[in-house]
């Protein structure tokens, strides 16, 4: 069975900086591509960042690019999503998915406030 726990929220101030983690299981993460993705309270589901299975390819959101990065370790069957110069519009539950088969995590939460 498919599962995907994300982890590493919290609270942080703006400025600040976070490393969410999605531990993979039941499936073999190395062949599947992967991405992230948040909900802020009152709106709709947001895609972040995107990594092939290889990790070869990433894409990301305007709203994030140049201050998160994706990547992942196959040998731990680990995504991750290192968050910089965090700002409180990304105050949001983040999902880790697996694509194919449309699969979600439970979500991290990551409030950004001073």
């Known amino acids: 069975q498919v599962h995907l726990v994300e982890s590493g929220g919290g609270l942080v101030q703006p400025g600040g900086s976070l490393r969410l983690s999605c531990a993979a299981s039941?499936?073999?993460?190395?062949?599947?591509?992967m991405s992230w993705h948040r909900q802020a309270q009152g709106k709709e589901r947001e895609f972040l960042a995107f990594i092939t299975a290889d990790g070869g390819k990433r894409t990301y959101a305007d709203s994030v690019e140049g201050r998160f990065a994706i990547s992942r370790d196959n040998a731990k069957n680990t995504m991750y999503l290192q968050m910089n110069i965090l700002e409180p519009e990304d105050t949001a539950a983040y999902y880790c998915?697996?694509?194919?088969?449309?699969?979600w995590g439970q979500g991290t939460q990551v409030t950004v406030s001073s």
């Open positions: 998915y697996r694509n194919t088969g449309d699969y």
């Open positions: 039941g499936f073999s993460f190395k062949d599947y591509d």
